[in-house]
């Protein structure tokens, strides 16, 4: 293992395992009767009439679409199902129990889930107390490691990691070092994804599920080191995309200006609801997503009372190391926002003493 050789990574079982190759791999023109599909065609043609069968496993429309996008070649994604499934297939292709993962906490929760479900050791670096990256802890956790999670902008402070760290990292420690960009089109600064190389251990996770609206498709991918990236295709499933989430998410990105105008009324509701929450006398961060973190004295009571009195339901992220009193709202429609506000605004006068003490109200 050493920094700069991100196949050398992988799990040394896997090199051994012959790739799958489905039917789909080779032929998908003429008369196809190799791969047991219903002939008699789909019962539901009004959602394509070709879903009766198999999706080609290198989804080569939107293969090249986001090799356009990113500047990056079409050997260097892996596209799935969702970025949580690109967590997974890192850690399927890297880790055998006992291997250490570093994450970097407070944090995105699945990047631990993932790899204990795995086997893997998690080790912990923390943020800084400003909530920003220090690189030393990173590569103290790392030291050793498979993979090393950054998030940035980060779940659920909605704070950017330095860039000139995460390269740092990604150049300095032996692990893969995997840049989550979920919520990077929010930030408004360059993805990483073009700074992937063949021999620099630093892969970037990217979604459709955020601004491009497209949760429900579950559509991400990760920008990888081409060597690493038939690692992962055999780690992954044969058909990764189905064919109704690859069309959804091509026809999502031919509307990139659309996305583009959604996420400024995002950040300009982002910054008029932090206004409103600082006029409160609440903490704010500062975010770089679609979402905002605030604190208050008793965030449980809070959180409570907003579920179940004014149907108003936020995120409780208390539980996080760094994390006292906080908690996590979705930047929604300006109408949306209102609703929440005004509903803070009367959980804050029903309970006083919630707001107060603690990370919350001075
Ligand atoms: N990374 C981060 C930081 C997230 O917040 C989320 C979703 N909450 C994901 C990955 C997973 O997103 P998806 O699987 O929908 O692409």
Same mark, same amino acid.
């Given at each position: 293992m050493s920094a700069g050789d991100p196949a050398s990574l992988v799990r040394p079982h896997l090199r051994e395992v012959e790739p799958y190759t489905t039917a789909r791999s080779s032929h998908t023109g003429g008369l196809l009767l190799d791969a047991n599909e219903n002939r008699l065609g789909t019962l539901v043609p009004e959602l394509g009439e070709d879903l009766n069968q198999y999706p080609d496993p290198r989804t080569p429309e939107l293969r090249s679409a986001l090799a356009d996008r990113l500047s990056v070649s079409e050997g260097e994604l892996w596209i799935g199902n969702g970025s949580d499934e690109g967590i997974d297939v890192l850690l399927r292709a890297l880790v055998d129990p006992g291997d250490a993962v570093a994450v970097v906490e407070p944090t995105y929760g699945v990047y631990r889930t993932r790899a204990r479900t795995y086997g893997a050791d998690v080790r912990r670096a923390l943020l800084d107390e $400003? *909530? %920003? *990256?220090d690189v030393e802890a990173a590569a103290g956790a790392a030291a050793g490691a498979k993979a090393l999670f950054l998030c940035s902008p980060n779940n659920p402070t909605g704070t950017r990691l330095s860039r000139e760290g995460i390269l740092e990292l990604a150049d300095r420690v032996d692990a893969l070092v995997v840049a989550d960009e979920a919520y990077v089109e929010y930030a408004g600064g360059p993805s990483l994804a073009g700074e992937v190389r063949a021999d620099r251990n630093l892969a970037v996770l990217r979604t459709f599920s955020k601004a491009w609206g497209l949760a429900g498709a579950r559509v991400g991918y990760l920008a990888a080191p081409a060597p690493l990236v038939p690692y992962l295709d055999l780690a992954? @499933? /044969?058909? /990764?995309?189905s064919k109704l989430s690859s069309r959804a998410a091509v026809r999502t990105l031919e509307r990139s200006d659309e996305m583009e105008r959604r996420v400024a009324a995002v950040r300009e509701e982002r910054e008029r609801i932090a206004a409103r929450l600082r006029e409160m006398g609440l903490r704010v961060l500062p975010s770089e997503s679609n979402f905002l973190l605030f604190f208050v004295g008793d965030p449980g009571r809070v959180q409570g009372r907003m579920a179940s009195e004014e149907d108003v339901v936020i995120r409780n %992220?208390? $539980? *996080? /190391?760094? @994390? $006292?009193g906080a908690l996590r709202v979705t930047v929604g429609r300006r109408e949306e926002n209102d609703r929440f506000l005004e509903a803070l605004e009367r959980t804050l006068d029903q309970l006083p003493d919630a707001a107060g003490g603690a990370g919350g109200r001075p």
């Amino acid at each position: 293992m050493s920094a700069g050789d991100p196949a050398s990574l992988v799990r040394p079982h896997l090199r051994e395992v012959e790739p799958y190759t489905t039917a789909r791999s080779s032929h998908t023109g003429g008369l196809l009767l190799d791969a047991n599909e219903n002939r008699l065609g789909t019962l539901v043609p009004e959602l394509g009439e070709d879903l009766n069968q198999y999706p080609d496993p290198r989804t080569p429309e939107l293969r090249s679409a986001l090799a356009d996008r990113l500047s990056v070649s079409e050997g260097e994604l892996w596209i799935g199902n969702g970025s949580d499934e690109g967590i997974d297939v890192l850690l399927r292709a890297l880790v055998d129990p006992g291997d250490a993962v570093a994450v970097v906490e407070p944090t995105y929760g699945v990047y631990r889930t993932r790899a204990r479900t795995y086997g893997a050791d998690v080790r912990r670096a923390l943020l800084d107390e $400003d *909530l %920003r *990256l220090d690189v030393e802890a990173a590569a103290g956790a790392a030291a050793g490691a498979k993979a090393l999670f950054l998030c940035s902008p980060n779940n659920p402070t909605g704070t950017r990691l330095s860039r000139e760290g995460i390269l740092e990292l990604a150049d300095r420690v032996d692990a893969l070092v995997v840049a989550d960009e979920a919520y990077v089109e929010y930030a408004g600064g360059p993805s990483l994804a073009g700074e992937v190389r063949a021999d620099r251990n630093l892969a970037v996770l990217r979604t459709f599920s955020k601004a491009w609206g497209l949760a429900g498709a579950r559509v991400g991918y990760l920008a990888a080191p081409a060597p690493l990236v038939p690692y992962l295709d055999l780690a992954g @499933l /044969p058909y /990764p995309v189905s064919k109704l989430s690859s069309r959804a998410a091509v026809r999502t990105l031919e509307r990139s200006d659309e996305m583009e105008r959604r996420v400024a009324a995002v950040r300009e509701e982002r910054e008029r609801i932090a206004a409103r929450l600082r006029e409160m006398g609440l903490r704010v961060l500062p975010s770089e997503s679609n979402f905002l973190l605030f604190f208050v004295g008793d965030p449980g009571r809070v959180q409570g009372r907003m579920a179940s009195e004014e149907d108003v339901v936020i995120r409780n %992220r208390s $539980d *996080l /190391p760094r @994390l $006292d009193g906080a908690l996590r709202v979705t930047v929604g429609r300006r109408e949306e926002n209102d609703r929440f506000l005004e509903a803070l605004e009367r959980t804050l006068d029903q309970l006083p003493d919630a707001a107060g003490g603690a990370g919350g109200r001075p």
